[in-house]
């Protein structure tokens, strides 16, 4: 089946580590999003693509990174710099960035601090 | 910068009546609405998109409305039931293909 999978379900990161979180789809989109889900709140975006080998920034980027290489992967690095990295972290896609496409999401990926 | 606002934050109703969940939004500059629906631990589905143009989307015991010149949509949920509980949320795509969400509508549908 086609879908979006984010991995893993569960991340702790240590102080001062970075940690990498994995999203690959199947769908060939070429638009892939992140977003941060803080509780009973919604979601807002960090970065995104909308094609191979290109991203933007969105509304809270600082302390991430992402990149781009393959058009099915779009791993996010939550680095030391964000200092409140705990949330739940969802990545989605879409077909080619156009207007009036739903996005597709995975399940989710709970970052916790230990 | 574009704002969107869902209340009631929290909804709870007995199997079989209706749901109304609301939603507001700050431009009217939009592309397009979407409700999703979030179940605990999960990501979100796609529900509805209702294009600016369009004034309302049905989908089964689903229906959206959109008010663009008032910045205001309201989902439609007939007939309860428990499996309808979950979080709703609404979003506004506006340009560049960005979704700027509510902070959701919690749903529980009580037996």
């Known amino acids: 089946d086609g879908g979006i999978t984010q991995s893993p379900k569960y991340l702790f990161r240590k102080e001062g580590q970075n940690v990498t979180l994995s999203c690959e789809q199947n769908?060939?989109?070429?638009?892939m999003y992140w977003y941060r889900q803080d509780p009973g709140q919604g979601l807002r975006l960090i970065y995104y693509?909308?094609?191979?080998?290109?991203?933007q920034k969105g509304d809270i980027a600082e302390g991430y990174s992402v990149s781009r290489e393959k058009k099915e992967s779009f791993p996010l690095t939550v680095t030391s710099a964000q200092k409140n990295p705990t949330a739940f972290y969802l990545c989605?896609?879409?077909?080619?960035?156009?207007?009036?496409?739903?996005?597709?999401f995975g399940d989710g990926t709970r970052l916790s601090i230990l | 910068k574009q704002e969107v606002t869902q209340i009631p934050a929290a909804l709870s109703v007995p199997e079989g009546e209706n749901l109304v969940l609301n939603c507001s939004f700050t431009?009217?500059?939009?592309?397009?609405l979407q409700w999703f629906r979030q179940d605990p631990g999960k990501g979100l589905t796609s529900l509805l998109l209702?294009?600016?143009?369009?004034r309302e989307q049905t989908s089964g015991r689903l229906n959206a409305s959109l008010d663009k010149s008032s910045g205001r949509s309201t989902l439609y949920i007939a007939a309860s039931q428990p499996g309808d509980s979950a979080t709703y949320l609404c979003?506004?795509?506006?340009?560049?293909?960005?979704?700027?969400f509510g902070g959701g509508t919690r749903v529980l549908v009580k037996p």
């Open positions: 769908l060939n989109h070429d638009a």
């Open positions: 693509s909308q094609i191979v080998n290109d991203f």
């Open positions: 989605a896609s879409s077909l080619q960035g156009l207007s009036n496409q739903p996005q597709h």
């Open positions: 431009d009217s500059a939009i592309y397009n």
């Open positions: 209702i294009q600016s143009s369009q």
């Open positions: 979003a506004v795509e506006a340009a560049g293909n960005k979704l700027t």
